[in-house]
């Protein structure tokens, strides 16, 4: 139970530091004067701490929010991307759970952003993409388009090839535009299931 309330209160944090514009200086000091000196590390602080931190942030202006508390679902400006990889990396059996809390806590990993609803600079969530790319490409070779420009569709022929590479079905998969990118995603799921069934 601790754990999850240290969790809270450490994204709670986050979105105040955030909402309030705070450099990372004016952030570290804010820390030590609650903690009196003690730490600035979030991870150290005991309960108190971490409360005696948000105090001090809603005495600088911070006004918590029904929106201040983070939502287990995955939203965002780079949510629709960061959730086509995962499911991606779900139906090649690299992921063992396809719950986006897991994805939330990757993307906290790669960039140190509590929540993927706060993910605004395209360099933080590039680090969280490309970081997915790499793990997928990794585990299940796929190999994904080199244009910058590449459509969600390349994406998904290169997920279906590598689908068909570990399920033994052919080392080439060749698109058919008679498939919808619908129909696509159905294929997706169903070599999915073959792949985490054979696991």
Known sequence: MRGSV?????????????????????Y????GRATQGATTS???????????VIGEMK????VPTSSSAPSRRVRGPFAPKLLALWLSGWNLGVFHSQDERALIHFVERQTGIAHVQWLRDPRDAAKAIDGLKLWIAREAGVEWPKSTAAS?????VAVIAAQHRLLGLGD??????ANSDAQLDKIIAALGARIRAAK
Do not use: C, P
Not at 59 to 62: E, K, M, N, P, Y
């Open 42 to 52: 979030l991870r150290a602080m005991t309960d108190g701490q971490l409360q005696d």
């Open 172 to 177: 080439v998969y060749r698109d058919s535009a």
């Open 6 to 26: 240290v969790s809270a209160a450490i994204k709670m944090i986050h979105v105040a530091k955030r909402e309030l514009g705070m450099n990372d200086d004016d």
């Open 152 to 156: 969600g569709r390349e994406y998904k």
């Open 28 to 31: 570290r000091i804010v820390l």
């Open 59 to 62: 005495a600088l202006g911070f």
